[in-house]
């Protein structure tokens, strides 16, 4: 444990137990130029974890009846189409995008680099491959569901998606979504104007490279929303999780029963990956988040109903099972 928590600056973990009682434990810092501790309000970022909110996003639309998440993406696209490498229109579909069987090849070392300072980037330039921020276009390179891709891309096409059936932007439709309905005070996706804000509140965490240093501007720019740039506490994606899992057995408005069973069913081809999360076994389903100002773990018993999250603020340059973020979380799910 000791080992573990040294590793990061700061680190924040939250669980429950079958009985659905939360507890939370904090180390270190958030900032270590002002050595500002971390507590329970410290924000961190959720980095992929993203992808299991942009999911449950995209399954309300479904509830709605505003899209059918097995017609092709392009059915609800005006404003950019996911086409071949040929240039005709992708059959695509939405599931296929959110399971990262669409065929989508992100760029080499893309969706990671860019600073606060840096001009800003917009979607369809990163759908089109038009910036170093992903200079790859998202294609169907390879035949829908032929093939398991893990694609930030896929989830920018999910992210427009939902800008274009909601017809407001992302941040907007999440927070009226999800955050809203489930009273999320410190849960947002970082658009400029809500980085700006929870900044002046001082409470999100600084962000450490490999090294150790504190990456300049203290937090990357992320124009993916949908794909990484989700900020939370470890309470309030636990509050998402125990929601979800009321949902997965029927007890709760936040989603539909089968909507929740669906995201958690392996997918026929590819049993490791369902919408939005990773099925890990019978019962558990995870998501995790690696990026370059911290990295992130939340495990889910759909059974039990028990749940952890662990948060922190410094790249590792190792995955969450080397890093010791898994250890954690598996501890405390067994709890």
């Not at 274009?164 to 999800?178: H, K, S």
């Not at 970082?190 to 203290?218: C, F, Q």
């Not at 999360?277 to 939340?298: A, K, R």
Request: net charge negative.
């Amino acid at each position: 444990m000791t080992q573990i928590i040294a590793r990061f600056p700061g680190v924040s973990c939250a669980w429950a137990d079958a009985t659905g009682c939360v507890t939370t434990a904090c180390w270190g810092v958030a900032d270590m130029d002002c050595n500002l501790p971390v507590d329970e309000d410290t924000i961190f970022p959720a980095c992929s974890i993203s992808k299991f909110v942009t999911a449950i996003c995209v399954m309300k639309l479904q509830e709605q009846k505003a899209i059918d998440i097995d017609a092709p993406v392009n059915d609800y696209l005006c404003r950019w189409k996911l086409r071949t490498p040929e240039g005709s229109e992708s059959d695509a579909t939405i599931r296929e995008l959110m399971c990262h069987t669409a065929g989508i090849i992100d760029g080499e070392d893309a969706f990671y680099g860019l600073r606060r300072e840096d001009p800003e980037i917009g979607l369809l330039d990163i759908l089109e491959g038009r910036t170093a921020y992903n200079n790859r276009p998202a294609r169907t390179e390879k035949e829908p569901g032929t093939a398991f891709e893990y694609s930030d891309a896929g989830y920018c096409i999910l992210q427009q998606l939902v800008q274009e059936v909601r017809g407001e932007a992302f941040d907007d439709a999440a927070q009226q979504l999800i955050f809203d309905v489930l009273g999320l005070q410190k849960t947002f996706f970082a658009s400029r104007k809500n980085v700006e804000y929870y900044e002046a509140a001082a409470i999100m965490a600084t962000g450490y490279d490999g090294e150790g240093l504190s990456l300049r501007g203290k937090y990357p720019y992320q124009p993916d929303l949908a794909a990484s740039a989700l900020w939370s506490t470890p309470r309030e994606l636990l509050a998402i999780a125990k929601a979800f899992i009321e949902a997965y057995h029927g007890r709760s408005a936040f989603l539909q029963e089968a909507s929740a069973r669906m995201m958690t069913e392996s997918v026929e081809k590819f049993p490791w990956t369902g919408l939005g999360v990773f099925p890990q076994g019978e019962d558990v389903v995870m998501s995790q988040g690696w990026g370059e100002n911290g990295q992130c773990m939340l495990k889910m018993n759909v059974r039990t109903g028990a749940a952890a999250v662990v948060m922190t603020n410094r790249n590792p340059e190792v995955d969450q099972s080397a890093s010791g973020v898994e250890w954690l979380v598996d501890k405390y799910l067994a709890d």
